[in-house]
C-alpha cells in the first residue's frame, strides 16, 4: 500500500497536505457487504496552480533550448538515463507488484511489461548512437556544407494509458527525455501509484525542473497546462477524443507537436481459406490477451459465412479453456477490469446488439461477479450496432459474417479507426489481392498472425483517428527531435 503525498516538481519532493485521491484495486475482497475493491493508497490531486509551477519548472530548464539539458550532449544524457534506469531495476519488485495491484495485470504479464521497458530504454539508447552517426559530420550540396544535428523541441507533456501504464509511459517518455526535451508528466488515471517509487530516482539522476510530476485530475488541470501555449509537445497513449480536446486548448496549435497513440478497431479478416484452428488460436490471445484491453487488440472478427458456424464453434471452446482467476494466479489469462464503470458499458454494448438481433454465442459469456467479466462472444454483428463502430476495449468478441471480400475492405474505409488488420487465409493469390488496398487504410497488416505493437523495433502508429506520429524505436527519437543544420559557404 502506497498512501503517497509527495510529487517531483523543479527538483524537488513537493510535500502536499491537500486532496488526496483514493486508488481502490480492481482485485476484491470480501467485506461484510460483498465483494468489494480493495483500498491500496492514495496520491495527491494537485491544484491548477501547482501544476503550473511545474510547468514554470519545465519551461526554465529548457530555457529555450539554452538549459544545462538541452545543451548537454547526447552521450551525457545517455549516462544520465542510464543511471536512472539502473536505479529503476532496483525498484523491480514493488514496480510489478503495483502494476499487478492497480490494474490487474496477472503477475507474469507485469513482469513482462517491466522487463519489456528496460529493453526499451537501452534499445533506444542503442539505436540513439546509431543514429547519432547516420546524422551527425557534414554534407556538403551545392557548395554548402552542413552541419546536421538532432536537437530537442522544448517541453513535453508526456501523459501514459491505464493498459501498460509504466511500458507505454516509457515509450514516450524516455526518448523525450533523452532527445534534450523537458518534461512534465502526468501518469494515468489508473496505473498511478507505480510510478511513486520513480519520483526519487527522476529526482537523483537528471537535472532540476528536466523531469516533473505531477498527479490529479486530467480535467481539470490539463486544458489550463495546454492553454498557457508552453507545452511544445504533447504526447498521449489514450483517446482521440481526449486529443482533440486538448488539443484545441493550444493557442497556437499549428506549433504543437502531437505524439499520439489513439483507439483503434482492428479487425480479423477469416476468408473461406482460412486455417480455422490457426485463426482461432491467433484471435483468441489477439481480442482476450489483457482481457482485450490493449489498443492493438483485435476488437471485431470478419467471417466467411460459409465458415462461421464453424469458425464460432472452435473460437467458443478456446474461450472455455481459459483461465479466470486473480493476477498472481499461475497460467491466469482473464483477470479482474479496473475501470469502475467498464461492466456497465460492456453490457450496454451486449444490450444494443441483442436489440438489432445478435446473441451471445458461447456458454456463460457477458457474466460478471465484482470485477469480473468472462469474455462475450456476439454473433451476427452488423453496421446498426455499437459493437460494429466502437472500440469496446474489453473482453466481447464482435463476429460479422460477410460474403465478399470487398466487403472486409469497405468496413475498413467506413470505419474512423485505422491502426491494424490481420487476413487469415492460406490463399496467397486472395491474400496479395487484400493486402495493397488495406495496407492504404491501416498502418499494418498482419497475415495469419494476430495485431500488436512489437517487436518494439517495428514502426508504431495509424491511420484516421488512431495515432499521430510514430512511435517504436527508432521512430520516437525522430517523434521528439528535429533535424537542425549548421550550414556554411564552401569557399
Ligand atoms: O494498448 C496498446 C499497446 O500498444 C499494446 O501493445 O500489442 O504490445 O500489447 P501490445
Known amino acids: 500500500e502506497i498512501y503517497q503525498r509527495e510529487y517531483l516538481s523543479n527538483g524537488e519532493m513537493k510535500q502536499w497536505n491537500g486532496q488526496v485521491h483514493e486508488v481502490y484495486s480492481p482485485i476484491c475482497i470480501k467485506t461484510e457487504n460483498g465483494l468489494e475493491r480493495k483500498l491500496i493508497g492514495s496520491y495527491p490531486v494537485c491544484t491548477e496552480d501547482e501544476a503550473q509551477a511545474s510547468l514554470e519548472a519545465a519551461v526554465q530548464a529548457y530555457d529555450n533550448g539554452r538549459g544545462e539539458w538541452p545543451i ?16 529503476m531495476i532496483e525498484q523491480k519488485d514493488i514496480i510489478v507488484k503495483l502494476i499487478m495491484w492497480e490494474i490487474g495485470k496477472s503477475f507474469a504479464d507485469s513482469t513482462k511489461e517491466f522487463d519489456r521497458t528496460v529493453e526499451y530504454i537501452y534499445a533506444t539508447i542503442d539505436s540513439l548512437k546509431h543514429l547519432d552517426r547516420d546524422s551527425s559530420g557534414f554534407e556538403i550540396v551545392d557548395g554548402i556544407a552542413a552541419q546536421i544535428r538532432r536537437s530537442p523541441l522544448g517541453v513535453v507533456l508526456c501523459m501514459g494509458p491505464f493498459n501498460y501504464p509504466l511500458n507505454e509511459t516509457f515509450t514516450t517518455l524516455i526518448p523525450a527525455l533523452i532527445m534534450g526535451n523537458t518534461i512534465l508528466f502526468k501518469p494515468p488515471k489508473f496505473g498511478t501509484l507505480l510510478h511513486y517509487p520513480l519520483q526519487e530516482a527522476f529526482r537523483d539522476c537528471f537535472p532540476k525542473g528536466v523531469v516533473n510530476v505531477i498527479y490529479g485530475r ?22 482521440s477524443k481526449v486529443a482533440n480536446e486538448l488539443k484545441k486548448q493550444h493557442p497556437k496549435v499549428n506549433r504543437l507537436r502531437a505524439v499520439l497513440g489513439l483507439d483503434a ?34 476488437k471485431i472478427v470478419l467471417v466467411h459465412r460459409s465458415i462461421a458456424d464453424e469458425f464460432i464453434k472452435q473460437f467458443n471452446a478456446a474461450v472455455g479453456q481459459l483461465k479466470f482467476g486473480m493476477p498472481w494466479e499461475k497460467g491466469v489469462s482473464l483477470t479482474p477490469l479496473p475501470e469502475p464503470n467498464k461492466i456497465d458499458y460492456l453490457n450496454e454494448c451486449i444490450a444494443d446488439a441483442e436489440k438489432f438481433g445478435a446473441k ?37 468478441i464482435p463476429i460479422v459474417p460477410f460474403d465478399d471480400l470487398e466487403e472486409t475492405i469497405d468496413f475498413l474505409i467506413a470505419s474512423t479507426h485505422g491502426q491494424q488488420v490481420s487476413i487469415f487465409s492460406n490463399n496467397a493469390q ?10 492504404n487504410l491501416v498502418s499494418r497488416v498482419n497475415i495469419n498472425t494476430q495485431s500488436q505493437r512489437g517487436p518494439d523495433a517495428f514502426p508504431f502508429t495509424g491511420r484516421k483517428d488512431s495515432a499521430e506520429g510514430t512511435l517504436s524505436i527508432p521512430d520516437a527519437i525522430r517523434s521528439f527531435s528535429i533535424r537542425s543544420l549548421v550550414a556554411f559557404k564552401m569557399n
Not at 219 to 233: D, E, F, Y
Not at 271 to 294: C, M, W, Y
Not at 430 to 439: A, T
Request: charged share 15%; net charge negative.
Open 218 to 239: 486530467g480535467n481539470a488541470i490539463v486544458p489550463g497546462l495546454m492553454q498557457s501555449g508552453k507545452i511544445n509537445v504533447l504526447t498521449l497513449i489514450g483517446s
Open 72 to 87: 548537454m550532449s547526447v552521450e551525457e544524457r545517455i549516462h544520465h538515463v542510464e543511471k536512472f534506469t539502473g536505479k
Open 265 to 298: 478497431k482492428n479487425a480479423a479478416i477469416v476468408t473461406a481459406h482460412a486455417d480455422i484452428p490457426l485463426a482461432v488460436k491467433e484471435t483468441i490471445t489477439g481480442s482476450l490477451s489483457f482481457n482485450g484491453q490493449r489498443c492493438t487488440a483485435l
Open 430 to 439: 486472395e491474400v496479395s489481392w487484400l493486402i495493397d488496398p488495406l495496407v
Open 360 to 396: 451471445i454465442m458461447n456458454e456463460n459469456g457477458g457474466t460478471s461477479l465484482a470485477s469480473f467479466f468472462y469474455p462475450a462472444v456476439v454473433y451476427p454483428v452488423n453496421d446498426q450496432m455499437k459493437l460494429y463502430h466502437e472500440e469496446q476495449f474489453g473482453p466481447i
